[in-house]
T-cell receptor, first 113, second 113 residues
């Protein structure tokens, strides 16, 4: 069945460090892939998405490229800020599953000044 | 647009009590879903709906009921609360035409004693 695996946290970085959070998926066909972010005490917000192979999603300095050959969608940011501290979720959707998203377990990121 | 709203924000129940978590969206989205979030487990799908009058079970449906009588509302009912249902509950909605980009409510934190 469909599933998403993302790196275990927590991840702790200093401000301006480079960030990578790994995400791999299992799904048939060509799913759409997403990164969601959850700030403390809030619901999830869409951070970026990619709907086909080799697409790059980007937003707020974050990027992720849809790699069909490695079934991956790793999240990267060149220089993190304290305000990026949050929980990040990788997710996938296949059109045949209609309203269902499949989420990874989430990665807690803490950025220290 | 209010987006996705959830009430209440916090709730404490005793074992065996029943209650309804409310969810409403004003974006005319076809798809609506309920998730629960537990530490280390990510988000798990409870029930979802692809339109008014149509609902289906997700990964963890036991102990929960849903109905979808209108496009806007998707209440989640706990018939007889158990301590294992202590969690944070999120409602989400999405449009059929947007690759399932889901919009989340702010969540309901439920404690069952």
């Amino acid at each position: 069945g469909d599933s998403v695996t993302q790196m275990e946290g927590p991840v702790t970085l200093s401000e301006e460090a480079f960030l990578t959070i790994n995400c791999t998926y299992t799904a048939t066909g060509y799913p759409s892939l997403f990164w969601y972010v959850q700030y403390p005490g809030e619901g999830l917000q869409l951070l970026l998405k990619a709907t086909k192979a080799d697409d790059k999603g980007s937003n707020k300095g974050f990027e992720a490229t849809y790699r069909k050959e490695t079934t991956s969608f790793h999240l990267e940011k060149g220089s993190v800020q304290v305000s990026d501290s949050a929980v990040y979720f990788c997710a996938l959707w296949r059109g045949s599953t209609l309203g269902r998203l499949y989420f990874g377990r989430g990665t807690q990121l803490t950025v220290w000044p | 647009n209010a987006g996705v709203t959830q009430t209440p924000k916090f709730q404490v129940l005793k074992t065996g009590q029943s209650m309804t978590l409310q969810c409403a969206q004003d974006m005319n989205h076809e798809y609506m879903s309920w998730y629960r979030q537990d530490p280390g487990m990510g988000l798990r799908l409870i029930h979802y709906s692809v339109g008014a009058g149509i609902t289906d079970q997700g990964e963890v449906p036991n102990g929960y009921n849903v109905s979808r009588s209108t496009t806007e509302d998707f209440p989640l009912r706990l018939l007889s609360a158990a301590p294992s249902q202590t969690s944070v509950y999120f409602c989400a909605s999405s449009s059929a035409g947007t690759s399932n980009e889901q919009y989340f409510g702010p969540g309901t934190r439920l404690t069952v004693t």
